[in-house]
Every structure is written in structure tokens, then in C-alpha cells.
């Protein structure tokens, strides 16, 4: 299997993570029974947690940075299928294995949760059967956002779409401004949309120009939000609401 460059799979039973022994964040809304199954992880940028077609044993909670899924497709391009933040459970797989890959995109903390153990809670915990099941509506919701999302012919509206994701996602919003900080590379933002990165650069440009981007300080942005009431873009609200 073809992955990213950089990417090296980790041996089997080795991960290489930091075990902190502090077993949870009180910050997010966990269920006691849940907690006392987490294992407190520190992975660095690039860490891989899973690879497509491993056996999946543990369930994760993002607490701190950002996670990505991808596939590789068969001419061995990458295409992430979605970003994980900050309070996202993901993981889940049936037995036929991970239908794709996981790899931390900044320095993160997570929470991880044997798969056995959290089967046994979904049979009897409401609470964990509730959290289980948005972290499934939420996946959804983001494939279909993505599939409409990269049916878009312009590349405008679909990195203008990213950037509203974002800032409903993990911003800073008032009525004036949009702020986000893009935790990912723009290479990132690239095989996620279906661009190149030429094309991702090209639009940042283009959006500073014309005023939909505010301020570029690094990655952190500020978004005019009157720019982003085109019919075309699309936001996670929207979603919600079809």
C-alpha cells in the first residue's frame, strides 16, 4: 500500500506515542464510564495511528490538535477524506478492518479506547450510545459536505467552503469577523478539495485580494463574512439543515 512521503508504518503493537498517566480531560464532555477505558496519548506531527486495512482495536478522542483520514487512490494519489479537532471521536471500523489511514497533522493529545470495551458500554450506557452515535452523524454529515463540496467546478467556492467549515468548526466568530487558524499544510488543504497546491496558493491569494480574507498573520486568518453568502458555498450549518 502507497503511503505519503515521510509516512513510515510504525511495527505492529509498537505505536509510537507517549503515554501520559493522566487518563482524561475534564475540559470535554465524557461519560465516567467512558473515562475510565481511556488511555491518555501525546503523538507527534506525523505520527501514524492507523493504516487502511489494519484491524481495528481502539476508538480515539481528538483533545488537543488536529488529525487527519486519507486514502490513497489507485494511481497513488492522496486524498484526506477529513480533518479531526478537538472533541472528535474517530476510529470506528467494522471487521473487515480501517477503510483508511490516520496521521496526526500537528503535535496532539487524544484519548484512546479499546473497541471491545466501548462495544460493551453500547449496549448498556446511554450516554456513550449518544456520544457514538453524533461522532457517526458527524462523519457522515462531512462525507456528504465533502462529496457536494468537490462537485463545485470553481476552486473559489470550494477553498471559500473550507474556510467557512472551519470557522464553524474551530473559529472565532462575531458579526464582523471570522478568525481560524489553519493547523494543516497547505498540501493538506490540497488533496482534501481536490486542488493542487498551486491552485490552493493561487486562491489565497485571489481571496486576499478581493477582501474575503481580511488579515493573514502565518496561518492565523481573519474572514470577512459577508464574502461568504455566495449560493455556491457551502457550510457544515447547511448541511444540517437539508
Known amino acids: 500500500m502507497l503511503i505519503p512521503s515521510g509516512a513510515k508504518k510504525s511495527p505492529p503493537g509498537q505505536p509510537s506515542v507517549v503515554q501520559s498517566p493522566q487518563p482524561h480531560s475534564a475540559s470535554l464532555a465524557i461519560p465516567e464510564s467512558l473515562q ?8 507527534s506531527r506525523g505520527q501514524m495511528l492507523f493504516y487502511e486495512g489494519d484491524d481495528s482495536q481502539y476508538l480515539f478522542q481528538v483533545l488537543s490538535g488536529t488529525v487527519k483520514e486519507y486514502a490513497i487512490t489507485v494511481d497513488g494519489c492522496c486524498q484526506i477524506l477529513d480533518f479531526h479537532f478537538k472533541g472528535d471521536l474517530f476510529g470506528a471500523a467494522d471487521e ?9 497533522v500537528t503535535k496532539s493529545v487524544l484519548l484512546r479506547f479499546p473497541k471491545q470495551g466501548v462495544e460493551r458500554l453500547l449496549q448498556s450506557d446511554a450516554e456513550v450510545s449518544a456520544l457514538y452515535m ?17 462537485g463545485q467546478r470553481s476552486a473559489t467556492t470550494r477553498l471559500k467552503s473550507f474556510l467557512c467549515l472551519l470557522a464553524e468548526r474551530i473559529g472565532d466568530r462575531t458579526k464582523n469577523a471570522w478568525r481560524v487558524e489553519l493547523s494543516m499544510r497547505r498540501q493538506d488543504i490540497a488533496e482534501y478539495l481536490g486542488l493542487t497546491i498551486e491552485t490552493v496558493s493561487r486562491q489565497m491569494s485571489l481571496l486576499k485580494s478581493n477582501g474575503t480574507i481580511l488579515k493573514a498573520e502565518g496561518r492565523r486568518l481573519t474572514l470577512d463574512p459577508l464574502k461568504f453568502d455566495d449560493a455556491g458555498v457551502l457550510s457544515e450549518r447547511a448541511m444540517m439543515l437539508h
Open 36 to 43: 475510565k477505558l481511556a488511555t491518555r496519548l501525546e503523538v
Open 96 to 104: 473487515q478492518g480501517h477503510p483508511c489511514s490516520a496521521q496526526a
Open 134 to 150: 453524533s461522532a457517526i452523524l458527524r462523519k457522515l454529515r462531512g462525507a456528504v459536505w465533502q462529496s457536494v463540496t468537490l
